[in-house]
């Protein structure tokens, strides 16, 4: 089912109030999702919830917001213990946020940017053959879907706010696959590991996209913690995700993500990204 | 066309009355068609019309904020797989912007972001000029040789405009929904036909047999007087019937008519005979006395020779002879005579009983005379003599007769019955006639003697033979009217 950011957000209203809890006398711990490709998959952030809850004893709050600045400003106010960010927020705020964990793709901490096109237009070769074109971008706030496919323009010397005759930003990647998909847009630079996901699971949508070319590698979004995070707290958490591979509840909410493991990140892993939001002055 | 109406109504009646059908059935069919179409259309765009304004609020926040996938969205909202296709599918939702631009479409491939809608094509640009305009207004736009209507809805709030929604349907859609039910409707109306045919035709041949079976007997009235017609055949109070019953009514009165016909000829003939033979017998009479006169005072004379006295004899009972047969002939029956007692009734049984007993024939004999009736006695009890007489000998041995005398309302009636073999139609025509019954019993003169006698009387004589349960019944009735008693 396809579902409309109205919809999406009344079935997140839904989610805070319907599940009858164990009675922990423990506060509540809230974790902030990002909208990678599991936006919608509302069944599965429900089994992550129960399965952390079991896990640490305590209760859970998933919270989910529609963009990744949302999610951003919420660290900020003190309003999440813990996220699951993308890398380029976690460089943003990283003064402001403790590494808890990386997700391990394909057994390694990494991800790449896709250029996606339109499958009829798969003569396309590089991101230069798409000046005057419509261009999708995923969030402002995204590695792979705003801040790589603007680096790449950069180191082409071309003015990645004149480049594209019109640029607009979906909110996620899966829309963007979408937008491509539909011819909405002509391009968009897409999280590889979301594409690869999303091309086992909706075959239909993603196989009528094209990818052109793939990035170089960039530290996988990780999990982090707001500095104020009791130190307890903190370490059970981050256990928790590393040792989700030793169980079978954890290795099955993993495959569910396609995803390996966690294992203890060091922030060096997103030195590069760091390196491009200087590019454009920020970080 | 004369043809079709020279057919006969076996074949007429059901053919108007199918031709009525299928007529019907068609026009009611292609009416409810052409409605159909027209609401069809009118639904289409009334629902357009409200998914616009609907739309067009929605898109105002989307477009000020430059929020191209949220537009996409919610003008994509229709073509979820739950909408399926139905007539009111649009086929692509258009939004522009002011300069007449597309800033998204839900048809991306032909109708890209940022083209110029008015040189898309012809079409698009004969609406460019419409659709721009600042209205607040929907507007339906039906361009002339279109495949397609087009719905415009301004997007704006207060003064703002940002732009249009045009909605796209083609009206290849409504014509195939169209032609959807119009198949239907056919299907429907064969159906129907199919249904009302076989009744029509069934109805049809109801009116036009019995129809035809009159005008079968009509045809024949020239001929020969034909059958009645059965009541089962057409048993109903309308026109038909009613002609049934004419017809059934005029037939009775024919025949009747022919059978008064048949009695005035026969009594005719018999009074012709009548007259006839009373005249001869007259002629014949008066020589025959002064022949007998004659011949009795010559039988006197002594002279005669023994050869003349034998030949003398030889006339005289040739004589005799004769004049009992036109003593017969000559019924008399007013002579004069005294009034009927019921004892001349009681002595004719005397006489008849001794006969019956001889054959072995039983008789019931029922006599209600009482009064003196002003009859003349002589010839009334000729007549029932002659009557039980011939029930004697048509009777078979064992057989049984009855003779019933009444006098009511100044009538005198005699009826004798007798179970012998019954009479033949051709005997009965000539029963009443003198010599037609002549056999080795008699002369046949009976029966004559008394139809003469019971004309003369101012009465009446019938018979009636008939078959019942394997018996014969013969039954003479002679009625006279009497006047009071003298």
């Known amino acids: 089912m396809k579902l409309t950011r109205r919809t999406f957000l009344g079935a997140c209203a839904a989610l805070a109030v319907t599940p009858p809890r164990p009675a922990f006398p423990a506060t509540v711990l809230r974790v902030g999702m990002t909208p990678a490709f599991l936006h919608t998959q509302h069944g599965l952030l429900a089994k992550w919830r129960e399965y952390m809850e079991a896990k640490l004893k305590r209760p859970i709050e998933i919270v989910q917001r529609d963009s990744y600045r949302e999610t951003m400003d919420l660290l900020q106010l003190e309003q999440l213990d813990f996220a699951w960010i993308c890398s380029y927020p976690y460089v943003y705020l990283r003064q402001q946020l403790r590494l808890v964990a990386v997700p391990l793709y394909l057994s390694r901490p990494f991800y790449r940017a896709y250029l996606i096109v339109s499958l009829k237009n798969r003569h396309i070769k590089d991101l230069s053959q798409l000046r005057g074109k419509v261009f999708a971008y995923a969030d402002p706030y995204s590695l792979t879907g705003h801040l790589v496919p603007r680096y790449q323009l950069r180191q082409m010397g071309e003015d990645p706010e004149k480049f594209f005759s019109k640029t607009f930003f979906t909110y996620s990647h899966r829309n963007l696959i979408e937008a491509v998909a539909d011819g909405l847009a002509y391009g968009a630079s897409v999280d590889g590991y979301v594409w690869d996901s999303l091309n086992a699971l909706k075959p239909e949508i993603v196989g009528r996209t094209f990818p052109v070319s793939a990035s170089r590698e960039f530290g996988f979004p990780p999990i982090v913690a707001r500095l104020g995070v009791a130190e307890a707290d903190f370490v059970a958490v981050q256990n928790m995700f590393i040792g989700m591979r030793q169980d079978q509840q954890g290795n099955s909410l993993l495959q569910d993500l396609n995803l390996n493991g966690f294992l203890h990140g060091l922030p060096s892993l997103y030195d590069e990204v760091d390196e491009m939001m200087r590019a454009f002055g920020e970080g | ?486």
Not at chain 2, 73 to 102: C, M, N, T, W, Y
Not at chain 2, 435 to 441: H, L, P, V, Y
């Open chain 2, 1 to 486: 066309m004369r043809f079709l109406l020279n057919l006969s109504f076996r074949y007429k009646v059901p053919l108007w009355g199918s031709l009525l059908i299928v007529g019907t059935a068609l026009i009611i069919s292609s009416t409810l068609l052409l409605r159909s179409y027209g609401e069809l259309k009118s639904d289409l765009l009334r629902d357009a019309t409200t998914q616009g304004r609907t739309m067009a609020t929605t898109l105002f926040s989307a477009v000020l904020h430059d929020q191209v996938w949220r537009a996409y969205e919610i003008i994509k909202a229709p073509f979820s797989r739950e909408s399926g296709d139905g007539p009111g599918q649009v086929e692509s939702l258009v939004v522009l912007d002011q300069k007449g631009q597309i800033y998204v479409s839900t048809n991306p491939e032909r109708l890209p972001m940022l083209a110029d809608f008015a040189r898309l094509s012809p079409e698009f640009a004969s609406l460019a000029g419409i659709i721009s305009q600042t209205g607040r207004e929907t507007r339906v736009l039906e361009p002339e040789g279109s495949d397609h209507l087009f719905v415009a809805t301004p997007i704006r709030e207060e003064q703002a405009h940002l732009g249009t929604l045009v909605q796209i349907y083609s009206k290849k859609v409504l014509r195939s929904r169209f032609l959807k039910s119009a198949g239907q409707a056919a299907l429907i109306a064969a159906l129907v036909i199919v249904l009302l045919l076989p009744i029509g035709w069934y109805w049809g041949q109801r009116t036009a047999v019995p129809l035809l079976r009159l005008t079968e007997r009509m045809e024949e009235l020239g001929r020969r007087l034909p059958d009645d017609l059965a009541p089962e055949l057409y048993d109903y109070q309308d026109e038909l019937g009613r002609l049934y019953r004419a017809y059934n009514r005029t037939l009775h009165q024919l025949r009747e008519k022919a059978q008064i016909e048949g009695q005035m000829i026969h009594s005719e003939r018999l009074a012709a005979i009548g007259k006839l033979t009373a005249g001869i017998a007259h002629e014949v009479n008066n020589p025959l006395v002064g022949m007998l006169t004659a011949l009795d005072t010559l039988r006197h004379h002594d002279e005669l020779s023994p050869r003349t006295l034998k030949t003398l004899t030889l006339l005289d009972r040739g004589l005799m002879q004769i004049k009992d047969t036109v003593g017969a002939l000559l019924v008399e029956a007013k002579v004069k005579s005294r009034d009927l007692l019921s004892q001349d009734v009681e002595d004719v049984r005397t006489l008849i009983e001794p006969q019956a007993r001889e054959r072995g024939v039983s008789l019931r004999w029922e006599n209600q005379v009482q009064a003196p009736l002003s009859l003349p006695s002589s010839s009334v009890r000729q007549m029932l003599i002659n009557l039980l007489l011939n029930a004697v000998q048509a009777s078979a041995r064992g057989g049984e007769i009855s003779a019933t005398i009444t006098a009511d309302d100044a009538v005198l009636s005699m009826v004798v019955v007798n179970g012998g073999q019954i009479l033949t139609d051709k005997q009965i025509a000539h029963l009443f006639e003198p010599f037609a019954n002549a056999d080795e019993r008699g002369h046949g003169l009976g029966l004559w003697v008394c139809y003469q006698i019971a004309r003369q009387l101012g009465g009446n004589i019938e018979v009636e033979s008939e078959s019942r349960d394997g018996a014969g019944r013969t039954a003479f009735k002679v009625t006279i009217p009497f006047g009071a008693p003298a």
